[in-house]
């Protein structure tokens, strides 16, 4: 695709309920990241998969957050047992293994959670 | 633990003027890299401008050039001619050469007037 397509732009869930956030990054690209931004913050880092890999896990905040990349291509992002914390936008970003030296990243417009 | 740091969370700048945007960061690490994000309203962070540590030079897009400054540990954005489109959130980020994470500053939200 032409760039990195995150899906749904906008989700509302209720206190308790399971999300699941869509990353589809830039075809070819082998590297994938999960970023974090609460409102005024800079994102923060979650998760990292070199393919269908997760090699590092490290910034998830608790067991509630799980992702995976079965395939190497798409990814999901989910929370279980949401929490009004828990409201943020939620960055995806992909990377190949070219830029991947370079370390540059291109990100998807996000998902906005909102816990209620 | 790396940090970054923006101190001004606004900057205002009248269109077709210059302006610097200011960033510090925090490493013990030799080998890292530097970099400007761009995010406007549409939440997309775009990549303004990277820098090497290794490297003396410092990097310059266009209308954007960065002064880094190794030991200071500094990391300026300028953004020189500045237009209406230039207004958005810019994000200072820190990424080692070892690390797979972006590690960012708090941002600065820049507004340009007519």
């Known amino acids: ?41 800079g994102p923060e880092f979650l998760t990292y998969f070199q393919n269908e890999a ?13 992702a995976e990349r079965p395939e190497g291509s798409v990814s999901t992002l989910k929370i279980q047992r949401t929490q009004q914390e828990d409201s943020a936008v939620y960055l995806c970003a992909s990377s190949s293994s070219r830029d991947r030296a370079k370390n540059i990243q291109y990100f998807g417009a996000g998902t906005r959670l909102s816990v209620l | 633990a790396q940090t970054v740091t923006q101190s001004q ?24 890299y530097l970099f400007w994000y761009k995010q406007p309203p549409s939440r997309q962070m775009i990549l303004v401008i990277r820098q090497e540590a290794y490297k003396q030079q410092n990097a310059t897009e ?13 990391f300026s954005l300028k953004i020189s001619d500045s237009q209406l489109g230039d207004a958005a959130m810019y994000f200072c980020a820190y990424h080692t050469g070892t690390a797979s994470k972006l590690t960012f500053g708090t941002g600065t939200r820049l507004q340009v007037t007519l």
């Not at chain 1, 899906?7 to 075809?27: E, F, H, M, N, T």
């Not at chain 2, 210059?18 to 690490?29: G, I, K, R």
């Open chain 1, 54 to 66: 997760q090699l590092d896990k490290s910034g998830l905040p608790s067991d509630r957050f799980f």
């Open chain 2, 9 to 32: 969370p606004e900057m205002s700048v009248q269109e077709a003027e210059t302006v610097t945007l200011s960033c510090t960061y925090d490493t013990s690490e030799s080998d890292y």
């Open chain 2, 62 to 74: 266009n209308r954007f050039s960065v002064n880094f400054q190794k030991a200071a540990k500094s």
């Open chain 1, 1 to 41: 695709g032409a760039g990195v397509s995150q899906s749904p732009r906008y989700k509302v869930a209720k206190r308790g309920q399971d999300v699941a956030l869509r990353c589809d990054p830039i075809s070819g690209h082998v590297s994938l990241f999960w970023y974090q931004q609460a409102l005024g913050q």
